[in-house]
């Protein structure tokens, strides 16, 4: 799960959402099927096919001066499928398949490579996610790194975040991805439950977990983050309590907590369906934030810092997610793989969400790219300030220097909506989510949408 990817990453990629309803009074309790997580704006039911033309143009342009540019590969393939997972994602593919994928997106590359928009800049961030990058094997894994250094070289690059389920990995294969460059190494541990990952599908077990961090330990990776999922199917008090202590007892470099949700495409909602039920088989919303908040204060007693709606980090000194705050100031991202969502120049974009007319695009010469959308200058706006927010504060200034705007004014409708529902307080330039707002945050950010992109469908 998170995204951003393999699992609910906080720039989930390949999704299917709603929207959460909107309004404090339309809060909804209990876990009913759909998303809450807001990973981009406007939603993406609003990207279309006449939105190419746009992304063509974008690619043709030379690259706004000083805007970074980020990497971003999904590997979609898991060796099982969690029973909560919403990803484009395939446990039926042969190594052949796989390499077939793997040359496609190489290729992909080398075909963005000789657009205008790269202009003479490098890359500053990569991000592989899933699915399950550390699915791959140690040969695809050093001959794709190899191909894709080759076609846009790695020299400058801040950070490199992989995606890890830890049922994959073994110490060789953790030392090849040290090896080929990862300094964020992000472990989908999501619980530490043998009967829970069992039940909600994950492949992985406890044992795995613990030999897997430790052989990452080991090699010294600068980061290693773990993802936790609060409230999964089964979930209890003393057993989120043991997880709460089993990550202390790990001392990760961050942690990322994300509340369970059921979104249409997966095995729990087919399962609802079935048994005609409007309830999720999970915690209601009010228990899930209870226990992030409990996590968090738990972290925060051993000096973690709580940098946003999701994380909390171990040293904020040391600690950055280049790729998250990048993405949310309005990096371009060239997306790579199937169903891959970018932005380039203005534009965001979405590849083929399907295996075969992804590869069969780039074998016949083309990219992949099935819709887009070029938002206005208010869109644009509101897309930061709305991620933003996110990390818990935001700053006026910011948004007067980037796009001209007085945010204070532009939102002062719902900035005071949700001040007077006792979530947010503004000092001086500064926005501020207390930690009840932080902890509903995505249910919140659609106070900010545009009325046309309220309760819109995101598949
Ligand atoms: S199937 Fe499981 S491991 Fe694979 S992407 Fe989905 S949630 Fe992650």
New binding site residues.
């Given amino acids: ?1 998170p995204l951003g990817n ?2 609910m990453s906080e720039m989930s990629q390949p999704v299917d959402t709603t929207t959460a309803p909107s309004g404090q009074a339309a809060e909804e309790k209990r876990t009913t099927v759909g998303n809450y997580f807001v990973s981009n704006y406007p939603p993406f039911s609003f990207w279309k096919k006449e939105g190419v033309d746009d992304f063509e143009r974008a690619i043709a342009r030379p690259p706004e001066p000083g805007t970074p540019l980020g990497l971003y590969l999904h590997i979609p393939f ?1 060796r ?3 029973h ?2 919403y ?1 484009r ?1 395939y446990t039926d593919k042969n190594a052949a398949a796989i390499n077939g994928y793997l040359k496609a997106a190489v290729k992909e590359l080398e075909c963005y490579r000789r657009q205008p928009f790269i202009g003479d800049r490098s890359l500053d961030f990569v991000y592989f996610g ?3 990058p550390s699915y791959l094997s140690v040969d695809q894994l050093t001959q794709l790194t190899q191909e894709l250094k080759g076609v846009l070289p790695w020299d400058r690059v801040r950070e490199v975040t992989f995606e890890c ?1 830890p049922g994959t990995l073994t110490s060789h294969k953790l030392k090849a991805i040290r090896e080929l460059g990862v300094t964020r190494l992000s472990l ?1 541990i999501e619980n530490f439950d043998d009967h829970i990952l069992e039940i909600n ?3 992985h077990r406890s044992r795995e977990i613990e030999r897997a961090y430790g052989d990452a330990r080991e090699l010294g990776f600068p980061q290693i983050n773990i993802d936790l999922i609060a409230g999964m199917v089964e979930e209890t008090e003393e057993n989120w309590r043991r997880c709460i202590e089993k990550t202390l007892a790990l001392s990760p470099d961050s942690v990322t907590i994300y509340q369970m949700e059921v979104p249409y495409n997966t095995t729990i909602y087919k399962e609802m369906k079935e048994a005609g039920k409007l309830v999720a088989p999970v915690a209601d919303w009010e228990t899930k934030r209870r226990w992030v908040k409990e996590a968090f204060h738990a972290l925060e007693e051993a000096g973690y810092t709580v940098g946003s709606a999701y994380t909390a980090v171990k040293d904020k000194s040391k600690t950055s997610f280049v790729y998250r705050d990048q993405l949310w100031a309005g990096a371009d991202l060239l997306a790579l793989g199937v169903a891959s969502f970018g932005h380039i120049g203005g534009t965001h974009y979405q590849n083929q969400h399907d295996f075969e007319p992804y590869v069969n695009a780039i074998l016949d010469g083309k990219l992949p790219v099935y819709r887009g959308l070029t938002p206005s200058a208010d869109e644009r706006l509101i897309r930061e300030f709305i991620l933003q927010l996110k990390l818990g504060r935001s700053r006026c200034s910011y948004f007067n220097d980037k796009f001209g705007t007085d945010v204070l004014e532009r939102f002062a409708e719902p900035i005071d909506r949700i001040r007077k529902w006792g979530f947010l307080s503004v000092d001086g330039d500064e926005l501020r989510l207390n930690r009840e707002g932080l902890l509903q945050v995505d249910r919140l950010l659609h106070e900010f949408f545009l009325p046309e992109h309220r309760n819109a469908r995101y598949a």
Avoid: D, L, P, S
Wanted: aromatic fraction near 10%; charged fraction near 25%.
């Fill in positions: 799960m393999e699992h898991c099982k499928r969690c909560f997972c990803f994602v899933g699915g399950t389920e989908g599908g994950r492949a």
